[in-house]
């Protein structure tokens, strides 16, 4: 069997968002929908998407679209027919019985369905069609969540099943758990009733949307979206579907229902057109005052809005989930009494839904983004805690047993949905050093890995500290959580900044520019194998590595310039020796400069490593891959690859035009000042990277060393930041997440 082309039914988010991650993976793909239309309008918008759901815009001509009326035939020629149509089951059932007549005998039929369950759906199907028959329950947006869910049932041909499972994490880059046929599956059953408990107890316990955010948030591994933000992002609408549709499936036993009840609030933004980001707001809203844009957020007794204001826990960003819990306070009683009761919810679902706990802490982690699941959390607390605690606490068969075996170490392997060798896998069996807060370091086989441990995964002493130690042998440097990192600590830099402190600043950022230049030529080989965000710093060390094997979802780039600074870790020096033995390069030296000028100007970034090959952020030689599980692996062969006989790279030397190809910047950027297009700390900013760029004070016959230009950086970098319009742009952008346009 082999999956070669594909039909998906239904243009709507999911098929749509399908269908582009169908492309990505360089599979043809056919969208059908009502009327040619719609789908021809769905293909536009997977075109502008942001977040882009297509890594190759160049590719979206894999996509071809059509009508159930008159393309029908194409289903005929699928290996794999996805039903992504609105959930009404009279609808699916009639798209089956057309589908039966016209598959492949050895095609795959697939639903998408979040609700139905899959004993519905094939409820009129004949024994042939049920054995093909199973439900891929993807997530939106299918790009960026890791998480598959497919559900099968025992008629089910398990090898096709393995077949699309193994299909799904190679080409789709899914982390595919095999699921019963239960309510939800795994990700949402835990995960709603993990948000209907988070916000039901938040208006029990009083407490305000922002406050209960700040809690069933970062300090429980969880996005900072936390539970109204995300109900937000999903739209209220939406999930007062899905509500309905649990109630309707779940036995009036299960404790699901205690907390799905209609809550009159909800209801009122439902019908008010308050349903989320997607709407007029939702829990939180945009609000214009005097001209300005200003963050509201709902009173949960009240239903008033008022400017969302900022919850200072008094927690450091480490806090361990025992420490959160004991809190005296109401911020600690709102935390025992969610997570409590989540992961009783959770263990009283083994084994009818799943014998293997470990795969709902998964489908959290790529379903939800949660850093932990409900049962590394029991085992972090520690079952005795636990169970002693809280003495109103109702134990389940699970937790009892544990309980009574007095069993502390219970959790055993982790990603257990997957034949691959993960970093999560491999965390657990490599020798690991925790004596640094801000990096672990993990000693496997012939090398050393080091994954960051801040918020964002921002840089700091302790970071570099890690990376100068572990280069004394083969490295690899990723990370399991979102991020591989947002950069430097800016807050970091900000607090020397306040106290005028520029000598620590310098110091701080000639240290990361040694650690970059440490990895650089080291004897070992260092591969950085990035996912998520790598920005700013985080680009720094992998320009400075000597292989990159980046998840295709990579956003990378340097965005100093867009609070004010310029790339100063190496980030300037390697773009500019990048671009400098470019072809264009050895017609005109005044090229480079100009490039990366360019490049740096505008704080560029690549949305995946085909973007980013132009732009040379990546170059040829480095990888890419679908699915994140496999980064370690191919990292490691990376290693062995190339190890024997390996050489650190030989010291750039630059001749630049200085003032000659300055004016030439400079011109620039008075035609963008004349156009309005920056201002004049932009003026400012650009000036200072004209100079970098230009080489400073030099000619074209005139060599200068690589750690000239590094002190170029370091010494914009150190102007820059003394000026006061780039601390408040740092400012605005540590407080909001966003840089300040203009
Ligand atoms: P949607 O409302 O965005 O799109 C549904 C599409 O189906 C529309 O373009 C509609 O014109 C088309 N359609 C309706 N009847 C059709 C027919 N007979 N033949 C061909 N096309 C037809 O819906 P969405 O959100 O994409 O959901 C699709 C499925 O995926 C549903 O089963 C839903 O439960 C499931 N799902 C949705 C998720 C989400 O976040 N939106 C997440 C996971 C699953």
Redesign the pocket.
Known sequence: MNIKNVVV???????SGIAAQLCNANIPVTL???KTE?SEKAKNKIFESRPPLLIDKNKINNIKVGN?KDNFDLVGKADWIVE????RID?KHN?YEKISKVRKSNSIISS????IPLKVLSSKMDAKDKKDFCIT????PVRYMGLLEIVSEEINDADKINFLKIFCEENLGKGVIICKDTPGFLGNRVGVYAMQVAMTEAIKMDLSIEEADAIFGRPMGIPKTGVFGLYDLIGIDLMADVLKSFTKELSTSDVFHQVAKEIPLVKNLIETGYTGRKGKGGFYRMNKQDGKKVLEAINLNSGEYSPSKKIDLNITETISLKDLVSRKDKYGKYAWSVISKIILYASSLIPNVTKDYNNIDEAMRLGFNWTKGPFEMLQELGIKFFVEKDDKIILNNFIKELYDKNNDNFYGKRQVYTNLETLGKVKQLAKVKKDNKSAFTYEYKNYKIVEFNTKANTLDYDSMDALKKASDQNLIIINEGMQFSAGVNLNYVMEFAKEKNWKAIEKFIHHFQITCKKLKYSDNLVISAPSGLALGGGFEILVQSDYVVSHTNIVTGLVETLVGLIPAGGGTTNMLWRWTQSKENLKDADFAPQKVFDIIGYGKTATSPVEAIPLKFLLEKDKSVMNRNKLLSAAENLINEKKEGYKPPKKPIFKLSGGQVRDKMLNTLEKLYRENKIMEHGMEVGKKLAFVLSGGNTNINKELSEDDIYALELEAFIQLIQMEKTQARIKHTLSTGKPLIN
């Not at 998408?112 to 609700?115: D, F, P, R």
Request: glycine share 12%.
């Open positions: 039914i239904g243009s709507g988010t999911m098929g059908l929908d009502i719609i159930i992504a149509v609105v959930e609808i798209l998408n369905t979040s609700t329950h993807f997530f939106n």
